[in-house]
């Protein structure tokens, strides 16, 4: 189901069509290599979570490498799944619902939902009993980009009891965590395993699943994440602190599956004496992000013939394309000096919350993705 790719790669199309609307390059061969990469590294059951970009083309290419359960936030992501792949495992982990959702959630057949509030599992009870329920834990954490842990998620002696709770009433006992998006210092997942363990210790439930949460990324400094020492450090932690009874493993990246198989491309509208630069894409399109976690890391620029530019890089302020004036990058980039209006700034690992969070204000905002063999 692999998509053909229409372009050898963004430099080819760039030299053909002239674009003059910010766009996603998308590599499937790309997509497909990372999602094999978490199923042969990661030790247990390999999830996405859509939010970071649930376009059709993403998901269908996941279902072709492999991968069958996702991380769900909302029916609406539920649906969009289940177009692609009618039998997909659904894991409902947005810990605050209504009672309208549930309903949804119960009707699709999710297999696993999260919590952490005593009243959201009262919402719950309409779920059969043997689906896996999962409190969701939550520690002060350092090493990522923000702090899931400030709006979800329980301390440890409170999601000792809901878990009990979780037990009593006839659901699969889990436990889940996120260690904060872009996270990639493997000591984070240890805590949280070591708290885990104590968690289902003080509740005396034995759970059944362990589901380490997503982070695995560090896309914004621009090197690419170690995945593989996070998920022998992930093994070793929870064959520590589960010494007679490890619990199966989820985990459900969202960032670290696609991010890397998109390339952001935007062009130069005008240049101003002052060195400053204006984009057609910026903190309105799929720079949104810059604004909160700080500009990518990863930037090249193209004549409109496709060549590189290779003059001395100069920091220079970057402005949006809209009437705003909150439209700018929180910091200068480096682009190089021979930089000319109708130039094409790429932005490389651009996959992950960047089309999801797109508006149209002003008219402006991302075109459809144009399918590419190689990110180049
Ligand atoms: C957002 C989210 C993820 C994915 O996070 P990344 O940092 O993009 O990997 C995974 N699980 C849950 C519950 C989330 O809310």
């Not at 894991?91 to 009707?107: F, K, L, M």
């Not at 994440?225 to 990246?253: G, K, N, Q, S, Y």
């Not at 000319?340 to 991302?366: I, K």
């Amino acid at each position: 189901m692999r998509e053909t790719p229409n372009w050898p790669d963004p430099a080819a199309h760039i030299a053909r069509h002239a674009p003059d609307t910010a766009m996603l390059y998308f590599s499937p061969a790309a997509l497909q290599a990372t999602a094999q990469r978490f199923q042969a590294g990661f030790d247990g059951l390999v999830t996405y979570a859509v939010k970071a970009n649930a376009g059709e083309e993403v998901l269908t290419n996941l279902v072709a490498a492999g991968i069958r359960a996702f991380d769900v936030a909302s029916p609406r992501e539920m649906y969009a799944v289940r177009a692609v792949c009618p039998d997909a495992v659904l894991h409902y982990n947005n810990p605050v619902r209504s009672v309208e959702e549930v309903t949804v959630a119960r009707a699709l057949g999710v297999a696993s939902a999260s919590v952490d509030c005593w009243r959201e599992l009262d919402k719950l009870s309409v779920l059969p009993k043997g689906t896996e329920i999962a409190v969701r834990l939550a520690l002060p954490v350092a090493g990522a980009a923000y702090d899931f842990g400030e709006k979800f998620g329980l301390g440890p002696d409170r999601a000792a009891q809901l878990l009990q709770e979780v037990a009593a009433r006839g659901f699969v006992p889990a436990i889940t965590f996120h260690p904060g998006t872009q996270c990639a210092d493997p000591s984070a997942w240890g805590a949280y395993i070591a708290e885990a363990a104590e968690v289902a210790r003080m509740a005396g439930v034995r759970i059944a699943r362990l589901n380490v949460g997503g982070g695995f990324a560090s896309h914004r400094a621009g090197q690419a994440p170690d995945l593989e020492a996070i998920f022998t450090h992930i093994r070793a932690e929870v064959d520590r602190h589960f010494p007679d009874h490890a619990p199966d493993l989820v985990c459900e990246p969202g960032r670290a599956m696609v991010a890397d198989a998109f390339t952001l491309g935007t062009r130069v509208k005008a240049l101003r004496d002052t060195g400053a630069v204006f984009l057609n894409d910026g903190i309105y399109g799929g720079l949104t992000e810059a604004r909160d976690i700080g500009a990518p890391g990863r930037i090249r620029v193209l004549a409109p013939d496709g060549m590189p530019r290779t003059g001395k890089d100069q920091p220079r302020i970057v402005f949006g394309p809209t009437c705003d004036s909150i439209d700018r990058l929180p910091d200068p980039l480096p682009l190089p000096s021979d930089l000319a209006e109708g130039d094409y700034v790429l932005f490389d690992g651009m996959g992950a919350y960047s089309r999801s969070l797109t508006t149209r204000f002003n008219g402006y905002g991302l075109g459809d993705p144009v399918t590419v063999a190689d990110l180049g």
